[in-house]
């Protein structure tokens, strides 16, 4: 697939495949089309050319082929997103930043009330439901975000950067939670990242230059 914004060459003849179970790492220096990719692929942005398909529970679905109200909701129902700064809502709590995904999904909201005080939980955020973004450390910000990109049963996660701004033990922390709830339970995850060490904990690296796929390469176990 190939991806150009204007005059500027953002992807260039690009094939991936992920499979469940698998957490692939993608890196390279800023601007060779890594969050481009990560956008394309979870059906944000569309390529200029070539396919994207996805093997879901309702069968194999090309996301080009859907309108963007399609395509909305399948991000919806089947993937989930952490970014750096996670993108939560600072005026609501965590709880409603985790429930909110929900009840616009159809969830009634005692129901999804209910899933995102046991998702804090698990993620050991237990009792800091009703605080609210400004009240929580970075780490616990970006568990949040975590809790509500699985709260759906997401069977992708896409993340962009999301242990940029932590220290090295909370990076660690967000990120073994991460793989818990992905590859650990046999659903994907793609995690675009500057640090080695984030990927080196992934089991496969893709590394990328210019637009393209320069290397991709097992991790060992």
Do not use: W
Request: net charge negative; hydrophobic share 45%; charged share 20%.
């Amino acid at each position: 697939m190939a991806k150009n914004y204007g005059e500027t060459v953002a992807l260039q003849s690009v094939t991936l495949a992920v499979a469940a179970g698998e957490s692939l790492a993608v890196m390279g220096p800023s601007g060779c089309g890594k969050s481009t990719l990560l956008q394309i692929l979870s059906g944000i942005t569309l390529p200029d050319s070539g396919d994207v398909l996805y093997s879901g529970p309702a069968g194999g679905q090309n996301l080009g082929a859907l309108d963007d109200d399609a395509r909305a909701e399948l991000r919806a129902r089947e993937f989930g997103f952490v970014f750096q700064q996670g993108l939560l809502l600072g005026e609501l709590t965590a709880a409603e930043n985790v429930a909110v995904p929900l009840m616009l999904a159809g969830i009634a909201p005692r129901d999804a009330a209910a899933r995102a005080g046991q998702l804090l939980t698990q993620v050991g955020l237990g009792g800091l439901d009703a605080r609210r973004m400004g009240q929580l450390s970075g780490g616990q910000a970006q568990r949040v975000a975590i809790a509500r990109a699985i709260a759906s049963d997401a069977r992708v996660v896409f993340a962009d950067e999301p242990t940029g701004a932590l220290d090295s033990n909370t990076a660690t922390e967000v990120l073994e939670l991460l793989l818990a709830y992905t590859a650990g339970q046999q659903r994907a995850l793609v995690i675009v990242t500057h640090d080695e060490t984030v990927a080196a904990r992934c089991s496969r690296i893709v590394r990328m230059s210019d637009g393209r796929v320069v290397s991709d390469v097992q991790v060992a176990p």
